[in-house]
């Protein structure tokens, strides 16, 4: 099977959305190049490895390769695209001097060729992310995270995941319930049981992300501790009969998601938060943080910590304690 291959070159701080659009048109994988320079160093602060050379991408851009079916029409998906593109100045954000290209790919060629570049990867001082292909041996407090991440959800290793990853190295102590919203490939709910949380409820609206966390979460052992579940948000809670194992009130929300729909649910994971619960999320955009931040006040959080990783931020809040607690 061939499928046709979206090329964009835009800004890195277009990134997010240019990302969601691909997705929101149908691609079955999106891919994120950014540029490199000798500008622009790579984090080894945890002894990471690179194997991919410094690249050409223009300074201050990015390369996305969407992958869409063989029998999809590409002419008004590029237009209705390319539309996208030009009106993100409405939201905030600015694709640049972008281009589209288009072309085909052979889906071995496709499904296997970036796997190459996927190598094992510490992400904290404690937490290490392992593709499923790769042989590792850790060291004896190294806490490993197996993955086979799938075209569509990434190898867990971006900014936004990685500061989601530290923020929960952070808080948790042992023994928390957890809601991930927006779980993708399970990355986060896996990190958070291998960080000693007790339960964890993963939430994804893509029934495609539900069966790849899955995955991942058998891989990793906690079939009995995890349990995914297809959901806008945390709709799924506000079901008569959920039958969820992870109840609210929790001790713990992280969501790596877009920054507009982050902003949309900040009054529902203050009611799902126990008094004192802490609420991680990133996916923000430098140029959203405040914007983020300005909600997250004013639905009454407080700001713990604000952790930042190249162009992204990521903020731990916590819900007040209240009077007698």
Excluded at 99 to 104: F, L, N, R, S, V
Excluded at 130 to 153: C, H, N, Q, R, S
Aim: proline share 5%; hydrophobic share 40%.
């Amino acid at each position: 099977m061939r499928w046709h291959e979206i090329t964009v070159l835009a800004t890195e701080s277009s990134q997010e959305m240019v990302t969601h659009y691909l997705t929101e048109l149908g691609a079955g994988g999106v891919s994120v190049e950014e540029a490199w320079s000798e500008d622009k160093p790579r984090d080894t602060s945890f002894g990471q490895l690179y194997d991919t050379p410094l690249n050409d991408i223009r300074p201050g851009y990015a390369v996305f390769k969407a992958y869409f079916s063989e029998d999809t029409l590409m002419e008004p998906l590029v237009a209705e695209l390319d539309d996208l593109l030009r009106g993100l100045p409405e939201y905030g954000y600015d694709a640049g001097e972008y281009q589209i290209e288009i072309g085909d790919v052979h889906q071995d060629d496709w499904a296997d060729a970036w796997k190459q570049y996927f190598k094992p990867i510490a992400i904290t001082e404690r937490l290490t992310i392992k593709p499923t292909w790769e042989e590792y041996t850790p060291k004896a407090d190294e806490l490993v995270i197996e993955l086979d991440p799938g075209m569509a959800f990434g190898t867990g290793t971006h900014p936004t995941t990685a500061l989601c990853l530290k923020a929960l190295d952070n808080a948790i102590s042992g023994g928390e319930q957890i809601i991930d919203v927006g779980t993708g490939s399970g990355v986060l709910a896996i990190g958070a049981m291998k960080l000693g949380a007790s339960k964890v409820l993963a939430l994804d609206l893509d029934p495609v992300a539900v069966t790849c966390a899955k995955e991942n979460i058998t891989l990793n052992g906690y079939d009995d501790d995890v349990e995914v579940r297809l959901s806008d948000l945390l709709g799924v809670l506000h079901e008569k009969e959920n039958n969820a194992e992870v109840t609210p009130p929790v001790d713990l929300v992280v969501a790596n998601i877009l920054a507009e729909i982050i902003l949309l649910f900040l009054a529902d994971v203050m009611k799902v938060l126990k008094p004192g619960g802490i609420y991680i999320t990133s996916g923000i955009y430098k140029n959203k943080e405040m914007v983020v931040q300005a909600g997250l006040l004013a639905a009454g959080f407080e700001i713990v910590d604000v952790l930042r990783q190249e162009e992204w931020v990521a903020f731990v809040a916590g819900k007040p304690k209240g009077d007698g607690e």
